[in-house]
């Protein structure tokens, strides 16, 4: 099956810019998820969508962080205005069903995008 | 709070040598846990999961994770390393709704 697909791969931009990332998950995943890898750190949640739905986006610093995924399937993560300390790995990740619990449900990550704000 | 700790930040072992990385996880019940490997430039890659009945589960690569409930622990292990295997590692706990990652282990392998 193919992976879980994320473009681009690297974005360099300076501080108080836009930029939008863009994932589309397994076909027939329903579930999304966003988050955040920085450098030496494991990754940590921002978003998670069930279908076209937030299940959890307690984690999104709403200020300046947005999510969709408005047809169930791909989704867009944008950041605007960019802070210095959002270099970071954004991952997307995307599971069969919601709840990580389920046997055939573990997370499929893509290859991340890696964020330089100067 | 549910949280995963991973002790050792940094381990270097010898090409052929065994390998343990350390994995704690604090959780009321036996949650679900993970086992995940990140080479440089590259999402993170499934190795083992375990959700229930024998506690010592077998993954990709050839490496295994044992879960012992009365330490809070899910090491993951390696008889014999190779080169190949110098990533990051990312043990994962989830109760059923949310993962949460350790803060990884990085592993060099030395010829």
């Known amino acids: 099956e193919a992976g879980v697909a994320q473009s681009p791969r690297y974005k360099i931009i300076e501080k108080r810019q836009s930029v939008a990332f863009w994932c589309n998950p397994i076909?027939?995943?329903?579930?999304l998820y966003w988050y955040q890898q920085i450098l030496g750190q494991g990754p940590k949640l921002l978003i998670q969508?069930?279908?076209?739905?937030?299940v959890d986006d307690s984690q999104l610093p709403k200020d300046r962080f947005s999510a969709e995924r408005l047809k169930g399937v791909d989704s867009t993560l944008k950041i605007q205005p960019a802070k210095l300390e959002d270099s970071a790995v954004y991952l997307c990740?995307?599971?069969?069903?919601w709840g990580g619990g389920a046997v055939n449900s573990p997370l499929h990550f893509g290859n991340g995008t890696r964020l330089t704000v100067t | 709070a549910q949280s995963v700790t991973q002790p050792d930040i940094h381990i270097t072992v010898s090409e052929g040598a065994s390998l343990e990385l350390r994995c704690n996880y604090s959780?009321?019940?036996?949650?679900?846990l993970f086992w995940y490997v990140q080479s440089p430039g590259q999402g993170l890659q499934l190795l083992l999961k375990?959700?229930?009945?024998?506690?010592l589960v077998q993954g990709i690569k050839g490496f295994e994770a044992e879960f012992k409930r009365s330490q809070s622990s899910f090491n993951l292990r390696k008889p014999s390393v190779h080169w190949s295997d110098a990533a990051e590692y990312f043990c994962?706990?989830?109760?059923?709704?949310?993962?949460?990652f350790g803060t990884g282990t990085s592993l060099t392998v030395i010829p």
């Open positions: 959780y009321g019940a036996t949650p679900y």
């Open positions: 990740a995307s599971s069969l069903i």
């Open positions: 994962a706990v989830t109760p059923g709704n949310q993962f949460y």
């Open positions: 076909s027939g995943h329903a579930t």
């Open positions: 969508f069930q279908n076209n739905g937030v």
């Open positions: 375990y959700f229930s009945g024998d506690t």
